[in-house]
């Protein structure tokens, strides 16, 4: 079964500051990894995939598949970026069911 | 577009009442989903529909919760008798037919008291 693990309920940082949200994943296939941003009283939506490989509101995400992670970095944070922050995964090969780690929320302060 | 629409956004029942969620999903999705979010957790899968066949309800608690797409657009999730650990965010999510990018509902917030 897979599982997805975020390891920080909680990560405060100042604004213009480096931002990493750490994602550890475990599947023994080869799943496709996403990240989930929810900003206060909005939706969940979908914020990047990894096979997309691209800079979305200046996050980035890089596979490594050797070290099973899919961390979320951003050089300098915006007081707009504070939200929750899902990291999933779906098996891959035909299958889309989303299964999610239990979110860091990211606190930018001014 | 409009996106996808659940009612209602909050509901609040006793133990061993039963209570529905309806979703209605962007027009045109193919697949539906309901999930289950528990404060402090991730959102649970709770079955996928394709259409209005069920593709995987393995972590729907059956003996209490049912789940029907009838004609394969509006979804409805009940839930008979409610226990208090049922208490949650009922999350509903749709996506075209063979894509990886969910779109979600507000969500129905239940409290089983």
């Known amino acids: 079964a897979q599982r997805v693990t975020q390891p920080e309920k909680l990560l405060s940082v100042f604004k213009g500051a480096p931002v990493e949200l750490k994602c550890n994943y475990s599947?023994?296939?080869?799943?496709?990894l996403f990240w989930y941003v929810q900003y206060s009283r909005q939706r969940l939506q979908l914020l990047l995939r990894?096979?997309s490989r691209e800079s979305i509101k200046g996050f980035t995400a890089d596979l490594n598949k050797g070290e099973t992670s899919f961390h979320l970095k951003k050089p300098f944070a915006q007081e707009e970026d504070s939200a929750m922050y899902y990291c999933a995964l779906t098996p891959g090969a035909g299958s889309y069911q989303l299964t999610f780690g239990k979110g860091t929320k990211l606190s930018v302060i001014p | 577009e409009a996106g996808v629409a659940q009612s209602p956004r909050y509901k609040i029942i006793e133990k061993r009442q039963s209570v529905a969620f309806w979703c209605n999903p962007i027009s045109g999705h193919a697949t539906l989903y309901w999930y289950q979010q528990i404060l402090g957790q991730g959102p649970k899968l709770l079955i996928q529909f394709q259409n209005n066949g069920v593709v995987d309800d393995s972590q729907l608690p059956k003996d209490r919760f049912s789940a029907e797409r009838l004609k394969g657009v509006d979804s409805t999730l009940k839930i008979q008798p409610a226990k208090l650990e049922d208490s949650a965010v009922y999350l509903c999510a749709s996506s075209l037919a063979f894509s990886y990018e969910q779109y979600f509902g507000p969500g129905t917030r239940l409290t089983v008291t």
């Open positions: 990894h096979i």
């Open positions: 599947y023994s296939g080869s799943p496709e």
